[in-house]
């Protein structure tokens, strides 16, 4: 069966520091992989995903993803924090087939950006 | 363009009641997903629908159903509350039906049962 582990449930970086979320999925074959941000009271907002093609993905507001085979990883970067980035964030997979839109998600990571 | 929208924003029942959870997708949307959000569970597929069809059922009892009509509109009832069903419902949809879709998520529905 899928599932999605994230290292890290609380990170907490200084503004304009370096973000690393990471993410580890495990799968019988290569699932298709995303990343989501939440905001308190809101829903989720997309910030990337993975299907095919390039490796190295870019999403919204700077973040971007490298999907890495061999380490079954897919964790999330930005240079430099901003303030605006604290939230919470999911990995999240889903089937290649038999799926449908079911997403599985990680257990989350709180992101705090600190002065 | 409006966004996914889900009525009502906030809920409190008591146990022993049934409640109904409404959700409006992104027009030309046809697929919506339903999830349950808990601080313990985290983020779990509650099922999906395309075209009035369940197409996917996630690991939940049958106290928890479904329905889409026409015009992709969809409602999740949960039957009989237990205090366990506390949480936050998020519905997303989608323009079709496939892995690897990006999926739109609403603000949710916020529901305490007492």
């Known amino acids: 069966a899928q599932s999605v582990t994230q290292l890290g449930s609380h990170v907490s970086v200084s503004e304009g520091a370096l973000v690393l979320l990471r993410c580890n999925y495990s799968s019988s074959v290569p699932p298709y992989l995303f990343w989501y941000v939440q905001y308190p009271n809101q829903g989720l907002q997309l910030l990337l995903k993975?299907?095919?093609?390039?490796?190295l993905v870019k999403g919204i507001n700077g973040f971007e993803a490298e999907f890495k085979k061999s380490e079954t990883s897919f964790h999330l970067t930005k240079p430099s924090a901003h303030m605006s980035d604290a939230a919470e964030y999911f990995c999240?997979?889903?089937?290649?087939?038999?799926?449908?839109?079911?997403?599985?998600f990680g257990t989350g990571t709180q992101l705090k950006v600190e002065l | 363009k409006a966004g996914v929208t889900q009525t009502p924003r906030y809920l409190i029942k008591t146990r022993g009641q049934q409640v109904t959870l409404s959700c409006s997708p992104i027009s030309g949307h046809r697929s919506v997903s339903w999830y349950q959000q808990t601080p313990g569970q985290g983020l779990q597929f509650l099922f999906e629908y395309f075209s009035e069809t369940q197409r996917n059922k996630g690991n939940f009892p049958g106290r928890f159903s479904g329905r889409q009509f026409s015009n992709s509109r969809s409602e999740m009832n949960v039957s009989t509350l237990e205090l366990g069903d506390s949480a936050l419902y998020l519905c997303?949809?989608?323009?079709?039906?496939?892995?690897?879709?990006?999926?739109?998520f609403g603000p949710g529905t916020r529901l305490t049962v007492l």
């Open positions: 999240a997979v889903s089937f290649i087939t038999g799926g449908g839109n079911k997403l599985t």
């Open positions: 997303a949809s989608s323009m079709g039906q496939g892995p690897g879709r990006e999926q739109f």
């Open positions: 993975y299907t095919t093609g390039a490796t």
